[in-house]
């Protein structure tokens, strides 16, 4: 079993910069994929980033040069830098966790999911 809390939404300027954390006990980030997801308003969920294997790294085009993930074992936590943030990236973003092995950008190899935490880019 795996648990995940995402925290660092909120509210920023178009052009402004925000740091997603999120929290994962139960496994250590080694033995996982660890990806990020979003959720904008009358849209389907979609991929942003995953992390596995302590530093493959793999973006969706919309987050490539924008924004990067990257983890600390030590203290468990899987983060996602978002720069030079645009109004298109209003969104729930939710944290995922899944088995090594799976498709990282598809929500359906991930079993696990954080809360989700809100993030609105102002034009």
């Known amino acids: 079993q795996v648990q995940l809390v995402e925290s660092g939404g909120g509210s920023v300027q178009a052009g402004g910069s925000l740091r997603l954390s999120c929290s994962a006990s139960?496994?250590?980030?080694?033995?996982?994929?660890m990806g990020w997801f979003r959720q904008a308003p009358r849209k389907e969920r979609e991929f942003v980033a995953a992390?596995?294997?302590?530093?493959?790294?793999y973006y969706a085009d919309s987050a490539k040069g924008r924004f990067t993930i990257s983890g600390d074992n030590a203290k468990n936590t899987v983060y996602l830098q978002m720069n030079n943030m645009q109004p298109e990236d209003t969104a729930v973003y939710y944290c995922?966790?899944?088995?090594?092995?799976?498709?990282?950008?598809?929500?359906?190899?991930?079993?696990?999911w954080g809360q989700g935490t809100q993030v609105t880019v102002s034009s």
């Open positions: 995922a966790a899944g088995l090594l092995g799976i498709r990282a950008n598809s929500e359906s190899g991930y079993n696990y």
């Open positions: 139960g496994r250590t980030l080694s033995s996982v994929v």
């Open positions: 992390t596995w294997r302590g530093g493959s790294r």
